[in-house]
């Protein structure tokens, strides 16, 4: 069968796509890591994530733009006197008409009826007022005049029922004794409610006689008044927003509505109820309006009431109140204030910070706030050393091979063969992968198992000499401030991630020094914030890496020092921080002490020189010398690859060409 010449296809648009893939969790597990590497706390860099939003997905500042573009549109679109001007028009006419049958009229009572329109007050309100007991001769001209009393009612309905200006057009006065009776029914069920004395089975009667005036569609009287006190208080707040001559004029009006004071009152003892049994609406807000389109008085209602749910939705798309989670999003109004497209994008970023929260890579802690987990740190740890072996196998024509535990004892792990390995295959995981793959093929009774070359796991193996590791990390003002903050942060990642997962055996203390030092462990040294904090302590970094290796004395000692400063203080007796600049003569000479110390343990230094300084660079190879280590001096972005590799190197004795770096 041909395709349909006139068939069109578009954006899924009722609700979410039900072809669309789920939610992807990596694009964001990304940014919230990278944010989190720079210093914001995991629960910041969700929210900043959430606003931002991905590549294909929008956030909720894209959303807000919308509400606050939609905002706009309405206040400088509309003006709040279309009444009036309505008002003054009819009256205009009827006037014109009425000028015009007099004029063909001889009588005196003509002359009179003249004298009377001539003087009419230049107020509207007044001249309706002052008119409402003439004697008009003219049909049109008292149509017109009726009209306006007709439309006054219709409108002061219409500001508390939506859609009754429309619905009482052309009423009776059956139809306006049917609204009063409506009314005054109203109040009662109101009233019987604010005492208790209200029942479920008078709602419901009520309801029965009366829901056509209420598309809401009320379940019960709560909901009814939260809807009526919603449209009564947005009517307040139009009334607020017209001049002081608008509203003494509306006032006036007002009293002329369907030519009854009965409907007044009711409305009246409507408007009591409300404020009395809502007084938590705004009933004394405005707002400012600039355009050129005017408003009815129902309109104009419907625009205020719009202004205060897009508000609401500011508010709930800002976030910033305490306690605030995406769930508190209404789609509903999202949907009706700014289409369906924007409540799909809502909820789609509510399902993904649900999964976030529900995938395992972010915990609470005991204080209450938000972690990377352990799941989420070996994610990023993987990432992180799979970037330092790709650059490790570009500048030294090495494969990462080495990253995988060569020429030593079983593990007792596995991993997928990648090209270049020489470990021994490990024969029940590469024929439990092949039975798996193809458990759904027929076979013949006798034929071989086929393996592919993707079933093939080999033998995980770790070198035979464990090493105590130490990195220690500056973690002065100064990385913050040159950009070297986050770079740190991951190389300690990559090679937290490799001691972990190839070789276990090995014991690493991170180490991280500013004005004083303290070891850590990787989710610490992850979640750590730059603060302003002058002073280089290096000489109590390396006291506490002398800890580590004597807690280790039968380990091959790695010392790895990253920095880009000299060292600027040190540790006192008392356990307080001496800080000097330039550096004091015996904050170098303690270092140089505890560096002796560590050295005599047999440590393989390397320092890691970040920067140009030339008194940074005199002072670390002086200390590289003392030690019989070496100084690297790597681009930021191939820090990781320097210490990944240099700690490599140490460990099994590699020998590394430093130009290379």
């Given at each position: 069968?041909?395709?349909?010449?006139?068939?069109?296809y578009?954006?899924?648009?009722?609700?979410?796509?039900p072809?669309?893939?789920?939610?992807d969790?990596?694009?964001?597990l990304?940014?919230?890591s990278e944010?989190v590497?720079?210093?914001?706390?995991p629960?910041?860099?969700?929210?900043?994530?959430?606003?931002?939003?991905?590549?294909?997905?929008?956030g909720l500042?894209?959303?807000?733009?919308?509400?606050?573009?939609?905002?706009?549109?309405?206040?400088r679109?509309?003006r709040l006197?279309?009444t009036?001007?309505?008002?003054?028009?009819?009256l205009?006419?009827a006037v014109?008409?009425?000028?015009?049958?007099?004029a063909?009229d001889?009588?005196?009572?003509?002359?009179?009826?003249e004298?009377?329109?001539?003087?009419?007050p230049?107020?509207?309100?007044?001249a309706?007022?002052?008119?409402?007991?003439y004697d008009?001769?003219?049909?049109e001209?008292?149509?017109n005049f009726?009209?306006?009393r007709?439309?006054l009612?219709r409108?002061?309905?219409?500001?508390r029922?939506?859609g009754m200006?429309?619905?009482?057009?052309?009423?009776?006065?059956?139809d306006?004794e049917?609204?009063k009776?409506?009314?005054?029914?109203?109040?009662?069920?109101?009233?019987?409610?604010?005492?208790?004395?209200?029942t479920t089975?008078?709602?419901?009667?009520f309801m029965?006689?009366?829901?056509?005036?209420?598309?809401e569609n009320?379940?019960?009287?709560?909901?009814?008044?939260?809807?009526l006190a919603?449209?009564?208080?947005a009517a307040?707040r139009m009334?607020n927003?017209?001049?002081?001559?608008?509203?003494?004029?509306?006032m006036?009006?007002?009293q002329?509505?369907f030519?009854?004071?009965?409907?007044?009152?009711?409305m009246g003892r409507?408007?009591?109820?409300?404020?009395?049994?809502?007084p938590g609406e705004?009933?004394?807000?405005?707002s400012?309006?600039?355009?050129?389109?005017?408003l009815?008085?129902?309109d104009?209602?419907?625009v205020?009431q719009?202004?205060a749910?897009?508000?609401d939705?500011?508010?709930q798309l800002?976030?910033?109140?305490?306690g605030a989670r995406?769930?508190d999003?209404?789609?509903?109004k999202?949907?009706?204030?700014?289409?369906d497209?924007?409540a799909?994008?809502?909820?789609?970023?509510?399902?993904?910070e649900?999964?976030?929260?529900d995938?395992g890579y972010?915990?609470r802690s005991t204080?209450?706030?938000?972690r990377?987990s352990?799941?989420a740190?070996?994610r990023?740890?993987k990432a992180?050393?799979?970037?330092?072996?790709?650059r490790?196998?570009?500048?030294?024509?090495?494969r990462?091979a080495?990253?995988?535990?060569?020429a030593?004892e079983?593990?007792g792990?596995?991993r997928?063969w990648?090209f270049?390995?020489?470990?021994?295959?490990d024969?029940?995981r590469t024929?439990t992968?092949?039975?798996?793959?193809?458990a759904?093929?027929?076979r013949?009774?006798?034929?071989?198992?086929?393996?592919?070359?993707?079933?093939?796991?080999v033998?995980?193996?770790e070198?035979?000499?464990?090493?105590?590791?130490?990195l220690?990390v500056?973690t002065?003002?100064?990385m913050?401030?040159?950009g070297r903050?986050v770079?740190?942060k991951?190389?300690a990642?990559a090679l937290?991630?490799?001691?972990?997962t190839?070789?276990?055996g090995?014991?690493l203390?991170?180490?991280?020094?500013?004005?004083h030092?303290?070891a850590?462990?990787?989710?610490?040294?992850?979640?750590?914030e730059?603060?302003y904090e002058?002073?280089?302590?290096?000489?109590?970094?390396?006291?506490?890496?002398?800890r580590h290796?004597r807690?280790?004395?039968?380990?091959?000692p790695?010392?790895l020092?990253?920095?880009?400063?000299?060292?600027?203080a040190?540790?006192m007796?008392?356990g307080?921080a001496?800080f000097d600049?330039?550096p004091?003569?015996?904050?170098?000479?303690l270092t140089?002490?505890?560096?002796?110390?560590?050295?005599?343990?047999g440590a393989?230094?390397?320092f890691?020189?970040l920067g140009d300084d030339p008194?940074?660079?005199?002072?670390?190879?002086?200390?590289?010398?003392?030690?019989?280590?070496?100084?690297?001096?790597?681009d930021?972005?191939?820090?990781g690859?320097?210490?990944?590799g240099?700690y490599?190197?140490?460990?099994?004795g590699?020998e590394r060409?430093d130009?290379?770096?």
């Amino acid at each position: 069968m041909s395709r349909p010449s006139n068939a069109r296809y578009g954006r899924y648009r009722d609700g979410p796509d039900p072809l669309a893939p789920p939610v992807d969790l990596a694009e964001a597990l990304d940014a919230i890591s990278e944010d989190v590497m720079t210093g914001y706390s995991p629960e910041r860099a969700l929210q900043e994530f959430l606003r931002r939003g991905g590549r294909q997905q929008r956030g909720l500042d894209d959303l807000a733009g919308d509400v606050a573009r939609r905002r706009r549109q309405l206040t400088r679109r509309h003006r709040l006197d279309g009444t009036l001007q309505e008002v003054k028009e009819l009256l205009d006419r009827a006037v014109l008409a009425e000028r015009k049958r007099l004029a063909r009229d001889l009588d005196d009572e003509a002359r009179f009826s003249e004298m009377q329109l001539q003087t009419l007050p230049r107020s509207t309100a007044s001249a309706v007022s002052q008119l409402s007991s003439y004697d008009w001769r003219d049909a049109e001209a008292r149509e017109n005049f009726e009209q306006i009393r007709d439309l006054l009612g219709r409108e002061a309905l219409d500001q508390r029922f939506s859609g009754m200006k429309q619905a009482l057009e052309g009423a009776t006065d059956a139809d306006r004794e049917a609204v009063k009776q409506m009314l005054d029914d109203l109040n009662d069920l109101l009233e019987a409610h604010a005492r208790g004395d209200d029942t479920t089975q008078q709602f419901e009667q009520f309801m029965d006689t009366y829901g056509q005036y209420f598309p809401e569609n009320p379940r019960n009287v709560d909901e009814l008044l939260d809807a009526l006190a919603q449209r009564a208080a947005a009517a307040q707040r139009m009334f607020n927003s017209m001049s002081a001559d608008q509203r003494r004029e509306l006032m006036e009006l007002s009293q002329q509505a369907f030519g009854s004071p009965a409907l007044a009152e009711s409305m009246g003892r409507l408007d009591a109820n409300l404020r009395a049994m809502r007084p938590g609406e705004d009933w004394s807000g405005s707002s400012q309006f600039s355009g050129e389109q005017g408003l009815g008085l129902g309109d104009g209602t419907g625009v205020l009431q719009e202004l205060a749910d897009l508000d609401d939705l500011a508010e709930q798309l800002g976030q910033s109140y305490p306690g605030a989670r995406l769930d508190d999003l209404d789609l509903d109004k999202l949907a009706a204030h700014l289409g369906d497209e924007a409540a799909v994008d809502a909820r789609t970023l509510t399902q993904l910070e649900k999964a976030l929260r529900d995938s395992g890579y972010l915990r609470r802690s005991t204080d209450g706030s938000l972690r990377l987990s352990p799941k989420a740190m070996r994610r990023l740890g993987k990432a992180l050393l799979k970037d330092a072996a790709t650059r490790l196998s570009s500048r030294q024509g090495h494969r990462d091979a080495r990253l995988a535990g060569v020429a030593g004892e079983p593990s007792g792990a596995s991993r997928a063969w990648t090209f270049g390995d020489t470990e021994p295959w490990d024969v029940t995981r590469t024929l439990t992968n092949a039975l798996q793959r193809g458990a759904g093929e027929t076979r013949r009774p006798g034929e071989p198992v086929r393996i592919d070359i993707r079933d093939v796991e080999v033998t995980e193996t770790e070198a035979r000499t464990r090493a105590a590791v130490v990195l220690l990390v500056d973690t002065s003002f100064s990385m913050a401030t040159e950009g070297r903050w986050v770079p740190m942060k991951r190389t300690a990642l990559a090679l937290h991630h490799l001691v972990s997962t190839r070789f276990r055996g090995d014991s690493l203390q991170l180490v991280g020094f500013g004005r004083h030092a303290r070891a850590m462990d990787i989710e610490q040294l992850t979640a750590l914030e730059p603060h302003y904090e002058q002073g280089t302590n290096l000489h109590h970094a390396l006291l506490l890496a002398g800890r580590h290796l004597r807690r280790h004395p039968s380990s091959q000692p790695v010392l790895l020092v990253v920095t880009d400063g000299e060292p600027t203080a040190h540790l006192m007796g008392d356990g307080e921080a001496f800080f000097d600049y330039p550096p004091h003569p015996l904050s170098l000479s303690l270092t140089v002490t505890e560096l002796d110390a560590v050295t005599r343990l047999g440590a393989q230094t390397t320092f890691f020189q970040l920067g140009d300084d030339p008194g940074l660079a005199r002072f670390v190879e002086q200390m590289a010398r003392r030690a019989g280590g070496s100084v690297v001096h790597p681009d930021l972005d191939d820090l990781g690859a320097a210490v990944v590799g240099s700690y490599l190197g140490s460990r099994w004795g590699w020998e590394r060409d430093d130009d290379l770096w």
